[in-house]
């Protein structure tokens, strides 16, 4: 009776606060014309949960900046910025979007809001924190001092940043994993970035207010509104408070999962099945991340004819949810030959390293080898082929046994040695797991044409369920120097005492094994697909990339056969294809995903493409996809080594740091402290990939999940 009571008073004081807040008409305005008491309305409320108990303001606020060179530096050189704003959202009510164009007075305007407000904690997001806060930091620091608490992911990447006096800044580019553009489009928010409406070549100056255009207020104002808009959706669709909003894409699905684990021992079958600090770091070799190669018979040469790209649904979340081969115990030494572990496939997992002597291609026409030249630990007089091994005197890899299938396959050899071995039981990751990623795969399913917000949140879930198994255990940690502006990387004094110290906390309960053979997995799987379904005369196996098969002459019985078995796998795995609307959804199974009429690739990650429709497409890493394929002049032969993508054009932004002693007025008066100029960069097209391996893990893995 007294609970009921409790939470019926609760409704009403929720009520209450929220027809107080709606009482207060929304004013888009310039910061000093706004009337700070009218924010205080927004509640004060205290947090819950572990760790530090505070108060904080029920609040979601995101601020913005826009920066401009300065006259007469056509050369990179300090920036400054000209405009910012803030948007401030309570209990679903827009209450303001502020702005003004000098950095102090931005500083004097969180400081007056912090005033009014009571509660100890002020959130502020900001969409790509790593850049408006440079341009910030002396004059926070000016004010709030040296922050007492910074996660950084890698130099200059800040996601989180708490002061002394309870303001804490964090990035929401890395919980969103998308543009502010996109973000607002895929949610469907009422204010979208309004895209055009801001001249990012004109040279500006602080205290041009009334110099404005309407256009251009929209925009600045826009961003703010679009970001506070997308975070509150967000926030609700989660159920969240907004000092409890995960940092990370990767952290959205981690509190469920840490809920359902403690329900099923997840800690204790953790630690059963981790075998020690040795092991850890074999694993860590064994981790060859995805799969991406060009055919080298075919580099710099244009294929014209009906090229199609197959990809793999859920290529990850299937190997996670239906594949029976991932260790389910901890790993023990053994000395084991070839021969033994050969016979033991279907039974037991193993990591090792495998020496090979003399390998070489089974043939010539073997279109994805696989020996990855920078996996190697030792190699003598190696032939490589865009980071693959075509042949060698000696090579010494770590592998896991579906690394050692693909080998066997592909390559001839003089003699085999197995070091360091180790094995484990194979079987199905833990039901409550695999049920979790069957719930959210239906999930996204469901929702795919339903609630953008949902349907946004439910496939970030799914794709973040893998970066969860994959987290690095032991990590440096990065520090920003205060004084300089850059960045340290600190090792870890002893790591193995880290390890040590990760094994007891209570929310690891996914080991990183798992992770490793989910990769693992995947290529195999890319393998089987790619040689069965491309190995007639007249077919050609043109590019690999970790879950997408390009070629011409697909084998369509074997595609049927190979999806017909992923059905099977899903149903021996104990769950059923979803149905929704007639649609059936299966994870796993190869997909028609594009049509092509010429394909040409000069390596990994280059290629370019034109579709049955008649347009061009790209992919280099490191040039956007849209303005870059402008650099073809629709004509695919341009796409060699060689081509330049001038920054012009493609809209490629070379970073450069400014870090200055003191702030400083320039002679247009305008404050300026640290500072990023962007610069239209160019980009040379090279025979040689400019990417490393680790990078096709697809999604964000760097955060360890104990600073969540």
Known sequence: MFKKLGVWIMQKIEKARRRRIEKVDYECTFWGDYDFNKLRCIPVKNSTGKGEHQTYNDAVIMFDTETSKKAGHDEPYHNHIVVWSLAIMSYDHMLCCLWGDDPEDFITCINEIKKVLQGYYLFLHCHNLAYDYVFLRKFMFNSWGEPKKQLNTKPHYPIRITFKNGIQLRDSLILAQRSLEKWGKDLDVEHKKAVGQWDYEKIRNQHEKYNYTKEEIEYFCNDVLCGVECLNSTMRALNKKIYSMPYTATGIPREEVRSIAKLNRGHDRFLKREGGYHVLRLLEDCFHGGYCHANRHYLNETVKGDIQCRDFVSSYP????????????????????????????????FIFYLVLYNPILKNDDIPMPYLQNSKCKKTLDAVVDNGRILQATLVIIPCTEYDLQIIMKQYDFDDVKILDCHFAKKGYLPKWFRDYVYKLYYDKSALKNGDPVLYAIAKAKLNSLFGMCAQHVIMDEIEEDYKTGYYNRVKVSDPEESYNKYCKKFNSILNYQFGVYCTAIATYNLMTFGTGALHGDDSIWLYSDTDSVYGIGFDEAFIKEYNGRCRENLKKAGYDPIIINDKEFVLGIGELDGEYTEFRTCGAKRYACRYKSGDLKITVAGVPKKTG???????????????????????????????????YTDDQGNKTGDSIDLSPCDYLLSAESDFTFDELIKEYVEVPHYYE
Request: hydrophobic letters at 35%.
């Open 629 to 663: 394929v402008k650099c073809l002049h629709d004509d695919i032969n341009n796409f060699k080594p060689g081509l330049i993508f001038d920054g012009e054009t493609t809209g490629k932004l070379e970073h450069k740091y400014f870090f200055v002693d003191d702030i």
């Open 318 to 349: 299937y190997a996670l949810l239906c594949i029976p081969g991932f260790p389910i115990e901890k790993f023990t030494p053994y000395d084991f030959g070839l021969s033994d572990i050969l016979d033991s496939l279907d039974t037991y997992a």
